[in-house]
């Protein structure tokens, strides 16, 4: 039973870390990503659709993103869609492909920039720390049902912590990556 609680625990605090790695996709770094463009969504014949799923998305240097769209007549929804997202540039539209040209970033930006990758991180950590709670209220039903003794139950309160533990170095870990890659010129 608590071997089941520990693997869940694990499993979920696991998921929340992926989540944080997707989530600082979206952060901007030295480099453009594709993934800025992640959420922006057109109308694909009445069905709203990924920018990705209607044509390519590159980026062919540091500081361009190029959009070649699969039908030429989707250029015009793609360009509002880019423009309503406001990702702070303005679409390029050239009647073949739409370029998105970054300005290098200050270090101004670089450093807000840091300060959401530490945000999106203590959110990370606050989801850990409720799936440890939750572990937590698990065991301590096991103890109230009689399925476990008390030693056991403060063993497994333990065991939690250090998986908690370990997940928020996890997470400490990646910001300190993130904030490498962002504040590098």
């Not at 959110?123 to 850990?128: C, E, T």
């Amino acid at each position: 039973m608590l071997e089941e609680i520990y693997a869940q625990t694990k499993d979920h605090m696991e998921k929340s870390i992926e989540a944080l790695k997707k989530d600082y996709k979206s952060l901007r770094t030295g480099k453009v990503n594709v993934n800025i463009l992640d959420g922006i969504r057109i109308d694909y014949y009445g069905t709203p659709t990924d920018l990705s799923q209607v044509g390519s998305v590159l980026a062919p240097d540091a500081t361009t993103i190029v959009i070649n769209p699969w039908e030429k007549n989707l250029l015009g929804a793609i360009d509002k869609a880019i423009q309503s997202a406001n990702i702070g540039v303005n679409p390029n539209n050239d009647g073949v492909v739409i370029k998105l040209f970054f300005p290098p970033m200050t270090v101004d930006q670089r450093q807000n920039t840091a300060k959401q990758a530490k945000v999106m991180t203590d959110s990370a950590k606050v989801a850990i720390r409720n799936i440890r709670q939750n572990a937590n209220t698990k065991a301590k039903n096991l103890l109230k049902d009689k399925l476990i003794t008390e030693d056991e139950n403060k063993r497994a309160q333990d065991e939690i912590q250090k998986i908690t533990d370990s997940y928020v170095i996890k997470a400490d870990e990646t910001l300190k990556t993130k904030e490498k890659e962002i504040l590098t010129v």
